[in-house]
Nanobody, 114 residues
Framework: QVQLVESGGGLVQAGGSLRLSCAAL??????AAWFRQAPGKEREFVAG????????YYTDSVKGRFTISRDNAENTVDLQMNNLRPEDTAVYYC?????????WGQGTQVTVSS
C-alpha cells in the first residue's frame, strides 16, 4: 500500500520561508512533484523533479523562489519555499508526475499573510 505524507506547512508572513517534506511509504517514484490547491481553485502543478535530482522544473509563478529536491535513500521529496506571497496560500500535495489519483495524501496547509 502506497502512502504519501506531507508535512512542514504553517502560517508565515509574506516574504518568509517554509520547507515542506513528503515521505513516500510503500514505493518510490521516477518523477515526483509538488502540487497545490487554493480555496475555490483547481489543483495545480508547482514543481517536479526527476529520479536523479538533476532535472527540476517549475511553474512560472514560483521560479526563483521555490526549490525542489529529493533524497532517494530516505525516499523523501522536499520543497523549499522562499519569499512567500499571499497567493502561495494553498494546501500542498506531493505525488508522482504525472500524478496518480490513488496516491493523493492529506496535504499540508500553507498560509501566507500579507
Amino acid at each position: 500500500q502506497v502512502q504519501l505524507v506531507e508535512s512542514g506547512g504553517g502560517l508565515v508572513q509574506a516574504g518568509g520561508s517554509l520547507r515542506l517534506s513528503c515521505a513516500a511509504l510503500g514505493r518510490t517514484f521516477n518523477n515526483a512533484a509538488w502540487f497545490r490547491q487554493a480555496p475555490g481553485k483547481e489543483r495545480e502543478f508547482v514543481a517536479g523533479i526527476g529520479w536523479s535530482g538533476a532535472t527540476t522544473y517549475y511553474t512560472d509563478s514560483v521560479k526563483g523562489r521555490f526549490t525542489i529536491s529529493r533524497d532517494n535513500a530516505e525516499n523523501t521529496v522536499d520543497l523549499q519555499m522562499n519569499n512567500l506571497r499571499p497567493e502561495d496560500t494553498a494546501v500542498y500535495y506531493c505525488n508522482s508526475d504525472p500524478p496518480a489519483n490513488e496516491y493523493w495524501g492529506q496535504g499540508t496547509q500553507v498560509t501566507v499573510s500579507s
